[in-house]
């Protein structure tokens, strides 16, 4: 079997797909097609296989080819020692990970002069075959034999054996794949805090004396306990049971010399095996175990954080409607923001209501102003510092409206990334004349119009849904959050002739260069009237057309498939199925059951199969349809605006801000987000908070624990009126997001509000370390 058919076998297996189907999936990435163009317009040739299925088989296939690459050139290195033996070529061959690979070829792999080595040199190998050859000799008398200058002593010449024995046993695959197995299965972590740390590690308090299995350690637990290790607060150490588990390990080494018996050889190598294991095999064991903790930690966090970011970029937009974006300040202003419609600023302001102005009325006249100027229909209110106040003051403001004036709908959103994108190259090319910080509320506004169109130009690492985010692999949190981004904006499709360039980059096969070169000859030669003007941007040819085409719509265009997610490749077969209808396109698409009574087996050829056919006729029915879910909003209980107005037994409404491994964060509008743990989600057992919730979503919880001092609060979903629970690691709790602010009017929070955990944040199941752990993120 090649190596291609190999790959394709093994990833098959992991995906649950055939290998043919990931062999056309390989060479359509080969050719440059992207994730979503072959998940969208390529069925036929993948057999159906989805993004995410796509998105694995990627992922696989570069670590598979990798692993390839590394066999052939440990093949070629013992080849060329002379020491490749066809067994020895087997095992390289059948090796399925790096690790197993690289176990194989340990004995082989060139190294620095080891203690072995300088034995063999010194004529030692003989008296090591000779103990392990004889048992019943007394080791000591068979070493007199090879005492000599370089050898001075006895026990020079039995260390000298023992050395080379050691390194045998250390080189032994199959002895590294058991002793790997033991102690993934029986090994524990531990972490002790470090002399003198007390003060400084305070926040990592709940590991001072910590000790669980390690295949049980949950990420965030891991990640906790690596940083307190990275900060020099406590020291980690990975080993089996103290009691039994060193000893069975010692059994395992020394089962490979086979000592059986009570003779004299055996004795000794029993002493030798468990020499091996203390001095040398135990510490390559605990730092594999902790790398591998560590990946396994950082692949979980990188997981959450992509899941949560796909859940909030596919959260509901309020639409094309104007907008007052209000960044709250209390010193330095109130930064007021209006867009139209289609997210343009024609407007700001900066209000001063609060101290040192205290200009109250000349905040309420200057947002009236706007709201009649503009037409305004939504106020987008950021959630950072005096977030309450200024909801206060337009709730106030808009009792002031004469009567029969419909009054906008104010929301809090999340601020979230806002300063970052404010500072940012491309809001300062965006608005070269305005103020940092009213680009900021310019930011705000727009989020609530279209969360997705405005987040993706701010880092996701900024946009505040992650744990631990800092802590984890940066080239891997970045690839898999760009992943996230691809696939949601190319499954909500993009307006060719609305998108900004950060929105355009994220297009199938498009990228910043060719986005920047769209809207250049957007600004320069008007909208495009239709997609195949797309051939007529600098340096995008056919291939990248190819690739972008159907996930670009154009609205009220010549060609009315242009607004559909019908590629431009199908839309001759795409015509064949109006014609079938004996109807005007535009009287078909969009009307429902206009297409009843046509088969799309009818219209199947030799270029598009029936899961394309079956798309059209979708997409027909419902042309350009968003995936995205209706725009809803949660509703906070009037005079609940602070944690001191909580007690257990109130039931609330609120909108889940972030999903975590241990639950998920619930903003119920009192400054600090309550914590539903995972065992209080449902009256089930639950094993991901995922299964039951998501960021952005709307949910009813009720108040089971309230700790002002600590600012934590517990909420439950469940419908059984179960009490609060513990975890091992202590209480619920919550995430504060600020100094309790004065009591003021009730606002609406949208359901794709993710608020930034500020100092101070806790999330209280989990103590102190993860409430560093958000505070960071």
């Given at each position: 079997?090649?190596?291609?058919?190999?790959?394709?076998?093994?990833?098959?297996?992991?995906?649950?797909?055939?290998?043919?189907?990931?062999?056309?999936?390989?060479?359509?990435?080969?050719?440059?097609?992207?994730?979503?163009?072959?998940?969208?317009?390529?069925?036929?040739?993948?057999?159906?296989?989805?993004?995410?299925?796509?998105?694995?088989?990627?992922?696989?296939?570069?670590?598979?080819?990798?692993?390839?690459?590394?066999?052939?050139?440990?093949?070629?290195?013992?080849?060329?020692?002379?020491?490749?033996?066809?067994?020895?070529?087997?095992?390289?061959?059948?090796?399925?990970?790096?690790?197993?690979?690289?176990?194989?070829?340990?004995?082989?792999?060139?190294?620095?002069?080891?203690?072995?080595?300088?034995?063999?040199?010194?004529?030692?190998?003989?008296?090591?075959?000779?103990?392990?050859?004889?048992?019943?000799?007394?080791?000591?008398?068979?070493?007199?034999?090879?005492?000599?200058?370089?050898?001075?002593?006895?026990?020079?010449?039995?260390?000298?054996?023992?050395?080379?024995?050691?390194?045998?046993?250390?080189?032994?695959?199959?002895?590294?794949?058991?002793?790997?197995?033991?102690?993934?299965?029986?090994?524990?972590?531990?972490?002790?805090?470090?002399?003198?740390?007390?003060?400084?590690?305070?926040?990592?308090?709940?590991?001072?004396?910590?000790r669980e299995r390690w295949a049980d350690v949950p990420s965030h637990r891991a990640l906790a306990m690596l940083r307190a290790s990275k900060e020099g607060v406590v020291?980690?150490?990975?080993?089996?049971?103290?009691?039994?588990?060193?000893?069975?390990?010692?059994?395992?080494?020394?089962?490979?010399?086979?000592?059986?018996?009570?003779?004299?050889?055996?004795?000794?190598?029993?002493?030798?095996?468990?020499?091996?294991?203390?001095?040398?095999?135990?510490?390559?064991?605990?730092?594999?175990?902790?790398?591998?903790?560590?990946?396994?930690?950082?692949?979980?966090?990188?997981?959450?954080?992509?899941?949560?970011?796909?859940?909030?970029?596919?959260?509901?937009?309020?639409?094309?409607?104007?907008?007052?974006?209000?960044?709250?300040?209390?010193?330095?202003?109130?930064?007021?923001?209006?867009?139209?419609?289609?997210?343009?600023?024609?407007?700001?302001?900066?209000?001063?209501?609060?101290?040192?102005?205290?200009?109250?009325?000349?905040?309420?006249?200057?947002?009236?102003?706007?709201?009649?100027?503009?037409?305004?229909?939504?106020?987008?209110?950021?959630?950072?510092?005096?977030?309450?106040?200024?909801?206060?003051?337009?709730?106030?403001?808009?009792?002031?409206?004469?009567?029969?004036?419909?009054?906008?709908?104010?929301?809090?959103?999340?601020?979230?990334?806002?300063?970052?994108?404010?500072?940012?190259?491309?809001?300062?090319?965006?608005?070269?004349?305005?103020?940092?910080?009213?680009?900021?509320?310019?930011?705000?506004?727009?989020?609530?119009?279209?969360?997705?169109?405005?987040?993706?130009?701010?880092?996701?690492?900024?946009?505040?849904?992650?744990?631990?985010?800092?802590?984890?692999?940066?080239?891997?949190?970045?690839?898999?959050?760009?992943?996230?981004?691809?696939?949601?904006?190319?499954?909500?499709?993009?307006?060719?002739?609305?998108?900004?360039?950060?929105?355009?980059?994220?297009?199938?096969?498009?990228?910043?260069?060719?986005?920047?070169?769209?809207?250049?000859?957007?600004?320069?030669?008007?909208?495009?009237?239709?997609?195949?003007?797309?051939?007529?941007?600098?340096?995008?040819?056919?291939?990248?057309?190819?690739?972008?085409?159907?996930?670009?719509?154009?609205?009220?265009?010549?060609?009315?498939?242009?607004?559909?997610?019908?590629?431009?490749?199908?839309?001759?077969?795409?015509?064949?199925?109006?014609?079938?209808?004996?109807?005007?396109?535009?009287?078909?698409?969009?009307?429902?059951?206009?297409?009843?009574?046509?088969?799309?087996?009818?219209?199947?050829?030799?270029?598009?199969?029936?899961?394309?056919?079956?798309?059209?006729?979708?997409?027909?029915?419902?042309?350009?349809?968003?995936?995205?879910?209706?725009?809803?909003?949660?509703?906070?209980?009037?005079?609940?605006?602070?944690?001191?107005?909580?007690?257990?037994?109130?039931?609330?409404?609120?909108?889940?801000?972030?999903?975590?491994?241990?639950?998920?964060?619930?903003?119920?509008?009192?400054?600090?987000?309550?914590?539903?743990?995972?065992?209080?989600?449902?009256?089930?057992?639950?094993?991901?908070?995922?299964?039951?919730?998501?960021?952005?979503?709307?949910?009813?919880?009720?108040?089971?624990?309230?700790?002002?001092?600590?600012?934590r609060i517990g909420l439950s979903m469940r419908k059984d009126g179960g009490a609060s629970s513990r975890d091992d690691r202590g209480k619920h709790g919550s995430a504060?997001?600020?100094?309790?602010?004065?009591?003021?009017?009730?606002?609406?929070?949208?359901?794709?509000?993710?608020?930034?955990?500020?100092?101070?944040?806790?999330?209280?199941?989990?103590?102190?370390?993860?409430?560093?752990?958000?505070?960071?993120?």
């Open positions: 079997m090649d190596t291609g058919h190999r790959i394709a076998q093994t990833i098959a297996t992991e995906i649950s797909a055939r290998p043919e189907q990931v062999r056309s999936a390989v060479a359509l990435l080969d050719e440059g097609s992207t994730v979503p163009f072959i998940a969208r317009y390529r069925k036929e040739a993948t057999g159906g296989l989805d993004d995410t299925q796509l998105r694995q088989l990627s992922d696989r296939l570069t670590y598979l080819r990798e692993l390839d690459a590394r066999r052939d050139t440990i093949l070629a290195s013992i080849k060329d020692q002379g020491k490749l033996t066809d067994d020895l070529t087997k095992s390289i061959t059948l090796a399925g990970t790096k690790a197993e690979l690289e176990d194989i070829y340990l004995p082989y792999k060139p190294k620095r002069r080891t203690k072995a080595m300088i034995a063999r040199e010194n004529g030692l190998e003989p008296l090591a075959e000779a103990i392990l050859a004889d048992r019943s000799q007394v080791p000591e008398t068979v070493a007199e034999g090879y005492v000599s200058e370089a050898v001075p002593t006895v026990r020079d010449a039995l260390n000298g054996a023992r050395d080379i024995i050691a390194e045998e046993l250390t080189e032994n695959a199959g002895l590294l794949r058991e002793l790997r197995k033991f102690m993934q299965a029986d090994a524990f972590l531990t972490s002790r805090l470090i002399d003198g740390q007390e003060a400084n590690g305070a926040k990592f308090s709940d590991y001072f004396d910590h020291t980690l150490d990975v080993a089996p049971d103290p009691e039994t588990g060193a000893e069975r390990a010692e059994g395992i080494v020394a089962a490979q010399l086979q000592t059986r018996s009570d003779a004299p050889g055996d004795k000794w190598l029993r002493k030798v095996a468990g020499w091996t294991w203390r001095v040398k095999l135990s510490l390559s064991m605990m730092v594999e175990l902790m790398a591998d903790l560590r990946s396994r930690a950082q692949e979980d966090a990188i997981t959450v954080f992509a899941r949560n970011l796909k859940d909030l970029l596919f959260a509901a937009p309020a639409g094309a409607r104007p907008t007052l974006g209000l960044d709250p300040g209390i010193r330095t202003g109130v930064k007021a923001a209006v867009v139209d419609a289609t997210g343009k600023l024609v407007a700001t302001d900066t209000l001063y209501p609060f101290q040192p102005k205290n200009d109250l009325r000349g905040a309420e006249a200057a947002i009236l102003k706007l709201i009649s100027t503009h037409g305004i229909e939504l106020i987008a209110i950021g959630n950072g510092t005096a977030s309450r106040e200024t909801e206060r003051l337009v709730a106030d403001t808009l009792n002031l409206l004469p009567k029969g004036i419909k009054a906008p709908t104010k929301v809090v959103v999340s601020e979230a990334g806002a300063s970052v994108y404010s500072a940012s190259e491309l809001a300062a090319r965006e608005f070269p004349d305005l103020d940092v910080s009213l680009r900021g509320a310019v930011s705000i506004a727009r989020r609530l119009q279209d969360p997705l169109a405005e987040l993706v130009k701010i880092e996701p690492k900024s946009i505040g849904v992650g744990q631990y985010q800092h802590d984890v692999d940066q080239y891997r949190l970045s690839k898999s959050l760009e992943a996230v981004i691809e696939d949601v904006v190319n499954a909500v499709g993009v307006d060719l002739n609305m998108a900004s360039a950060p929105l355009l980059a994220h297009v199938s096969g498009l990228g910043p260069g060719l986005a920047e070169a769209i809207v250049a000859h957007r600004d320069l030669n008007g909208a495009f009237g239709s997609r195949k003007d797309l051939l007529k941007v600098a340096r995008l040819g056919p291939r990248a057309f190819e690739q972008c085409a159907g996930f670009l719509r154009i609205r009220d265009g010549a060609e009315p498939l242009d607004a559909s997610s019908v590629h431009p490749e199908a839309y001759g077969i795409a015509r064949k199925i109006v014609q079938a209808c004996e109807r005007d396109i535009r009287q078909i698409m969009g009307s429902d059951g206009a297409l009843k009574s046509l088969r799309a087996e009818q219209f199947v050829d030799d270029s598009f199969g029936l899961p394309t056919v079956r798309d059209i006729f979708e997409e027909l029915e419902k042309p350009g349809r968003d995936p995205r879910p209706s725009f809803v909003t949660a509703s906070f209980v009037d005079g609940i605006e602070d944690i001191k107005d909580l007690k257990p037994g109130m039931s609330l409404e609120g909108t889940v801000t972030n999903v975590a491994a241990f639950g998920a964060f619930v903003d119920i509008g009192v400054h600090q987000d309550g914590l539903v743990h995972v065992s209080q989600l449902a009256d089930r057992f639950v094993k991901d908070p995922h299964e039951v919730v998501k960021t952005g979503q709307v949910v009813k919880v009720r108040v089971t624990e309230v700790d002002v001092a600590r600012k504060p997001r600020g100094k309790p602010q004065a009591k003021g009017p009730r606002t609406q929070n949208v359901n794709h509000s993710s608020k930034p955990k500020s100092k101070g944040t806790d999330t209280g199941a989990l103590g102190a370390a993860l409430m560093d752990a958000f505070k960071k993120r």
